[in-house]
């Protein structure tokens, strides 16, 4: 299957600072991306649809200001979390739509722990 | 918004018996239904997916089928082994003002050698 990559792969920070979360499609081009969270033995929960060009759609409850989504190239999407604070610490998944199949990959994922 | 009911939540089998996992969803214009397996830690991995033209599809094992009418979907795992015990999720997506894929809460399986 076509292959996502996603960085990085775990981060620990303090709370108050950003982080920035990158979300690559190496073997094809994804006009599409989404970024997911999943909390542990629960569901992937849709937080945004990242769109090449435009602005992101947020999902309802995210807030835009603090989840910061650019989707710069057909390749690359970057979620920031903004002065992250301790509930922002979950499993961040992101994926891409591969267009000419119509299918979703998802990136390794990225566990964020905010001290 | 579409809404995505995935039962059971946990299914435990026995090495060699088979599994199913049902879904149903809300949303009529719902056009493809991919099933992801997640084991612990990793990232979700498509297993199998279905278009709605299609009302069932088969590789190796695994088979998923499709009821319109009803708006619901199943995955069928033959022969379980024990490394099939994973987290499965169904998914229903649309095309309708931008594409949107919505998942189920999770099947945890577990197959017992």
């Known amino acids: 299957g076509a292959v996502v990559s996603q960085h990085p792969s775990r981060v620990i920070c303090k709370s108050g600072t950003s982080v920035k979360i990158e979300c690559r499609s190496l073997d094809f081009q994804a006009t599409t991306m989404f970024w997911y969270r999943q909390f542990p033995k629960q569901s992937l929960m849709l937080m945004a649809t990242s769109n090449e060009g435009s602005k992101a759609t947020y999902e309802q409850g995210v807030e835009k200001d603090k989840f910061l989504i650019n989707h710069a190239s057909l390749t690359l999407s970057t979620l920031t979390v903004t002065s992250a604070h301790p509930e922002d610490s979950s499993f961040y998944i992101c994926?891409?739509?591969?267009?000419?199949?119509?299918?979703?990959?998802f990136g390794p994922g990225t566990r964020l722990l905010v001290l | 918004g579409e809404n995505v009911e995935q039962h059971p939540s946990t299914l435990s089998v026995q090495e060699g018996d088979s599994a199913v996992i049902k879904c149903t969803y809300s949303d009529s214009a719902s056009n493809y239904f991919p099933w992801y397996k997640q084991e612990l830690g990793k990232r979700p991995q498509l297993i199998i997916d279905i278009r709605s033209n299609v009302g069932e599809k088969k590789d190796q094992r695994i088979a998923v089928t499709l009821n319109k009418t009803a708006k619901h979907f199943s995955l069928h795992i033959t022969e379980t082994q024990p490394e099939d015990s994973a987290v499965y999720f169904c998914?229903?997506?649309?095309?309708?003002?931008?594409?949107?894929?919505?998942f189920g809460a999770g099947t945890r399986l577990f197959v017992k050698a």
């Open positions: 994926s891409a739509r591969d267009s000419g199949r119509g299918t979703q990959y």
């Open positions: 998914a229903a997506t649309t095309n309708t003002g931008g594409f949107k894929t919505i």
